[in-house]
Protein backbone atom coordinates (compact mmCIF):
# COMPACT_ATOMS: atom_id res chain seq x y z
CA UNK A 1 0.00 0.00 0.00
CA UNK A 2 1.09 3.45 -0.66
CA UNK A 3 3.33 5.42 2.11
CA UNK A 4 1.19 8.41 2.40
CA UNK A 5 -1.78 7.18 1.78
CA UNK A 6 -1.46 4.01 4.50
CA UNK A 7 -0.23 7.07 6.79
CA UNK A 8 -3.56 9.38 6.29
CA UNK A 9 -6.02 7.35 4.79
CA UNK A 10 -7.86 7.56 8.38
CA UNK A 11 -7.72 11.35 8.40
CA UNK A 12 -9.36 12.06 4.52
CA UNK A 13 -12.61 12.02 5.66
CA UNK A 14 -12.66 14.00 8.45
CA UNK A 15 -10.06 16.52 6.69
CA UNK A 16 -12.99 16.74 3.71
CA UNK A 17 -15.36 18.11 6.34
CA UNK A 18 -13.13 19.98 7.95
CA UNK A 19 -11.36 21.88 4.49
CA UNK A 20 -15.11 23.05 3.54
CA UNK A 21 -16.32 24.08 6.94
CA UNK A 22 -12.98 26.17 7.83
CA UNK A 23 -12.69 27.80 4.55
CA UNK A 24 -16.06 29.31 4.86
CA UNK A 25 -16.37 30.19 8.75
CA UNK A 26 -12.96 31.64 8.43
CA UNK A 27 -13.12 33.43 4.95
CA UNK A 28 -10.00 31.94 3.97
CA UNK A 29 -8.36 32.85 0.34
CA UNK A 30 -10.63 30.70 -2.68
CA UNK A 31 -8.05 30.00 -4.00
CA UNK A 32 -6.16 27.92 -1.17
CA UNK A 33 -9.90 26.24 -0.48
CA UNK A 34 -10.14 25.25 -4.49
CA UNK A 35 -6.48 23.56 -4.07
CA UNK A 36 -7.53 21.42 -0.42
CA UNK A 37 -10.56 20.85 -1.72
CA UNK A 38 -8.55 18.82 -4.86
CA UNK A 39 -6.39 17.26 -3.08
CA UNK A 40 -8.67 15.69 -0.77
CA UNK A 41 -10.54 14.62 -3.96
CA UNK A 42 -7.27 12.66 -5.12
CA UNK A 43 -6.65 9.21 -5.48
CA UNK A 44 -4.36 7.22 -3.14
CA UNK A 45 -2.03 6.46 -5.96
CA UNK A 46 -2.77 10.05 -7.15
CA UNK A 47 -1.71 11.15 -3.09
CA UNK A 48 1.64 9.16 -3.83
CA UNK A 49 2.64 10.49 -6.93
CA UNK A 50 1.63 14.34 -5.37
CA UNK A 51 3.86 13.50 -2.28
CA UNK A 52 6.02 12.48 -4.36
CA UNK A 53 6.66 15.14 -6.68
CA UNK A 54 6.13 17.72 -3.81
CA UNK A 55 9.35 16.30 -2.13
CA UNK A 56 11.12 16.67 -5.54
CA UNK A 57 9.99 20.42 -6.24
CA UNK A 58 10.90 21.26 -2.68
CA UNK A 59 14.39 18.74 -2.95
CA UNK A 60 13.47 17.12 0.14
CA UNK A 61 14.33 13.49 1.04
CA UNK A 62 12.19 10.79 2.89
CA UNK A 63 14.49 11.49 5.54
CA UNK A 64 14.66 15.38 5.84
CA UNK A 65 13.09 16.45 9.36
CA UNK A 66 11.35 19.38 10.21
CA UNK A 67 14.63 19.89 12.80
CA UNK A 68 16.62 20.21 10.03
CA UNK A 69 14.53 23.27 8.11
CA UNK A 70 13.36 20.92 5.40
CA UNK A 71 9.90 21.13 6.23
CA UNK A 72 9.33 24.85 5.36
CA UNK A 73 9.61 25.62 1.61
CA UNK A 74 11.48 28.99 2.58
CA UNK A 75 14.49 27.28 3.60
CA UNK A 76 14.45 24.47 1.19
CA UNK A 77 16.79 25.71 -0.68
CA UNK A 78 19.11 26.04 2.40
CA UNK A 79 18.28 22.95 3.92
CA UNK A 80 19.03 21.11 0.86
CA UNK A 81 22.21 22.97 0.13
CA UNK A 82 23.44 22.20 3.32
CA UNK A 83 22.22 18.43 3.49
CA UNK A 84 24.18 18.29 0.36
CA UNK A 85 27.36 19.45 2.70
CA UNK A 86 26.63 16.75 5.18
CA UNK A 87 26.03 14.31 2.75
CA UNK A 88 29.26 14.95 0.93
CA UNK A 89 30.99 14.56 4.47
CA UNK A 90 29.60 11.11 5.72
CA UNK A 91 27.74 9.33 2.99
CA UNK A 92 26.12 6.21 4.07
CA UNK A 93 23.39 5.75 1.00
CA UNK A 94 24.70 5.49 -3.02
CA UNK A 95 22.62 5.32 -6.10
CA UNK A 96 24.36 3.17 -9.19
CA UNK A 97 24.21 4.49 -12.00
CA UNK A 98 24.33 3.25 -15.63
CA UNK A 99 26.17 5.69 -18.01
CA UNK A 100 26.34 3.98 -20.92
CA UNK A 101 26.67 0.98 -22.30
CA UNK A 102 28.38 -1.16 -25.27
CA UNK A 103 25.67 -2.66 -27.88
CA UNK A 104 26.26 -5.64 -27.77
CA UNK A 105 26.02 -6.39 -24.01
CA UNK A 106 22.54 -4.54 -23.73
CA UNK A 107 20.74 -8.00 -22.94
CA UNK A 108 23.32 -9.36 -20.44
CA UNK A 109 22.62 -5.66 -18.80
CA UNK A 110 19.00 -5.90 -18.85
CA UNK A 111 19.23 -9.20 -17.39
CA UNK A 112 21.33 -7.61 -14.30
CA UNK A 113 18.70 -5.39 -14.24
CA UNK A 114 16.25 -7.39 -14.41
CA UNK A 115 17.98 -9.55 -11.20
CA UNK A 116 18.50 -6.45 -8.83
CA UNK A 117 15.36 -4.37 -9.76
CA UNK A 118 12.46 -7.29 -9.76
CA UNK A 119 11.46 -5.13 -13.06
CA UNK A 120 9.82 -7.18 -16.00
CA UNK A 121 11.47 -7.68 -19.19
CA UNK A 122 10.00 -4.64 -21.22
CA UNK A 123 10.58 -2.57 -17.99
CA UNK A 124 14.11 -3.28 -17.61
CA UNK A 125 14.76 -2.90 -21.76
CA UNK A 126 13.17 0.83 -21.23
CA UNK A 127 15.00 1.05 -18.32
CA UNK A 128 18.33 0.80 -19.64
CA UNK A 129 17.66 2.02 -22.85
CA UNK A 130 17.23 5.56 -20.97
CA UNK A 131 20.78 5.48 -19.95
CA UNK A 132 22.22 7.80 -18.61
CA UNK A 133 19.80 6.76 -15.54
CA UNK A 134 19.92 5.44 -11.83
CA UNK A 135 19.07 1.93 -11.38
CA UNK A 136 18.85 1.59 -7.41
CA UNK A 137 18.50 4.48 -5.04
CA UNK A 138 19.81 3.93 -1.31
CA UNK A 139 21.99 1.11 -1.16
CA UNK A 140 24.60 0.61 1.76
CA UNK A 141 28.25 1.09 -0.11
CA UNK A 142 28.95 -2.37 -0.10
CA UNK A 143 25.57 -3.33 -2.05
CA UNK A 144 26.31 -0.44 -4.23
CA UNK A 145 30.07 -1.19 -5.49
CA UNK A 146 28.63 -5.14 -5.81
CA UNK A 147 25.80 -3.81 -7.62
CA UNK A 148 28.30 -2.01 -9.63
CA UNK A 149 30.55 -4.39 -10.38
CA UNK A 150 28.14 -6.68 -11.76
CA UNK A 151 26.73 -4.09 -14.32
CA UNK A 152 30.82 -3.50 -14.91
CA UNK A 153 30.81 -6.85 -15.54
CA UNK A 154 28.13 -7.05 -17.73
CA UNK A 155 29.30 -4.41 -19.98
CA UNK A 156 28.25 -1.42 -19.08
CA UNK A 157 29.62 1.90 -17.41
CA UNK A 158 28.74 2.37 -14.20
CA UNK A 159 28.62 5.56 -11.39
CA UNK A 160 28.05 5.78 -7.95
CA UNK A 161 26.45 8.49 -6.56
Known amino acids: MPLFFSKFAPLVP ?27 ALSPAELDDYAAL ?3 KLRLSLTSSAAAGGASPAGAGDAAAGAEEAAAAVKTAFDVKIEKYEAAAKIKIIKEVRAVTDLGLKEAKELV ?13 EEAEALAAKLKAAGAAVALE
Open 14 to 40: RLRRLSTAAATAAGEDPKLSRIADELL
Open 54 to 56: LRH
Open 129 to 141: EKAPVVVRTGLPK
